[in-house]
């Protein structure tokens, strides 16, 4: 028997034919811990939470939270005996109430229970002082979120679901968000479940993250190894953290590729000698010299603020990103030769 705080047990999630997740498993292992769920939109991230929620049932399998079961083929607990809160990405606010009132209907549930924020802590938080006395059709798309956010957590529920909580908010406000509100979870350790499309946001927000395509939870593991180890051709196509060269893997710790030579490193599953392989080169895998006599042309650049992305294409028409630190001591331009380290040297050697 599991001790589990939240168990997922062979569940497919399904709100239409097309719109399902089949025979999904995981698990919330320690309350207060956060799980993001990441996927493109439209693969039924969304569907997860509602039936969590308890506003869909389930065919098969179980859903077990503090050890009793919300959800089975023959079993249904209503939304309201859950102590679930599900916030939508969609304004979902009540509509006669201005947004102080919205958020007070929220601490009204569970007034039991402790809860270290008041009203006002979190509409100061959250930057909702100037709209607190307003309307839901008085307020934009962002703020509406924000509210929604701040009436979720301050029902103090055994279990958060966010659906894109930060999707129509501003860059700006974004970042500083997403700190103030793992802050907080992490502060009153709310157990919580997060559905995004963006893999920054999920591997900063998540102790744990889902990846979801074509209908199945493809990986589940923590964010430091779904991008360093990711299990399949799908999960680097979605990440589109790097690029796929041709190698030969030519002993037990080196490979090697007709443009960059010999590359080194550890294999994360064991090669055969002699077998051909795509190797997964990320930007941080190869390392600038300007001395190098491996060089390869500059086609493309991308400043990110505290380094740049270059993209270098080969002679066989591939394009390589390398991300080298912006105060590096010159910038290189389109068409320039840009030299790589050599021997070349990768942590992880990611073959598929």
């Keep these: 028997m599991s001790n589990s705080f939240l168990e997922i047990k062979d569940v497919t999630f399904a709100a239409s034919k097309l719109n399902k997740v089949n025979n999904v498993t995981f698990d919330m292992v320690k309350e207060g811990e956060v799980i993001c769920l990441l996927g493109p939109s439209g693969i039924g991230k969304t569907t997860i939470l509602r039936t969590i929620a308890g506003l869909e049932k389930i065919q ?13 083929s023959n079993f249904h607990l209503e939304p309201e005996k859950r102590n679930i809160a599900l916030s939508f990405q969609e304004n979902s606010l009540f509509p006669h109430y201005s947004v102080i009132d919205n958020i007070k209907f929220g601490s009204e549930r569970n007034k039991d229970k402790k809860f270290i924020y008041s009203t006002n802590d979190l509409i100061n938080l959250l930057h909702l002082e100037d709209i607190k006395k307003k309307y839901p059709h008085e307020i934009s798309a962002g703020e509406a979120q924000r509210v929604s956010l701040a009436r979720s957590l301050i029902s103090k529920p055994d279990l958060l679901l966010l659906d894109e909580p930060f999707s129509n908010i501003d860059q700006s406000l974004k970042e500083e968000l997403q700190k103030k509100i793992k802050e907080i979870i992490n502060e009153i350790k709310i157990s919580t479940i997060i559905v995004t499309h963006d893999s920054y946001e999920a591997f900063y927000m998540g102790n744990k993250c889902g ?13 430091y190894n779904i991008y360093h180890y990711p299990n399949s051709l799908e999960i680097v196509n979605f990440l589109n953290r790097g690029v796929l060269i041709d190698a030969l893997v030519t002993g037990e710790m080196t490979l090697q590729n007709e443009e960059l030579g010999i590359i080194m490193g550890n294999f994360v599953n064991k090669q055969k000698i002699g077998s051909s392989v795509k190797l997964l080169i990320q930007p941080e895998d190869l390392s600038h010299d300007d001395k190098s006599n491996l060089r390869l042309e500059v086609v493309d650049r991308k400043f990110r603020g505290t380094n740049f992305i270059y993209i270098l294409k080969t002679n066989n028409n591939k394009f390589i990103p390398v991300l080298v630190d912006s105060h590096h001591a010159h910038q290189h331009k389109i068409k320039d030769k840009f030299g790589i380290r050599k021997p070349i040297h990768i942590d992880h050697l990611v073959c598929f």
Excluded: A, E, M, R
Aim: charged share 20%.
């Design 60 to 72: 098969s399998g179980k859903i077990i939270l503090k050890g009793k079961v919300i959800s089975s």
């Design 211 to 223: 990846i979801i395509l074509n209908q199945s939870l493809k990986q589940f593991d923590i964010p």
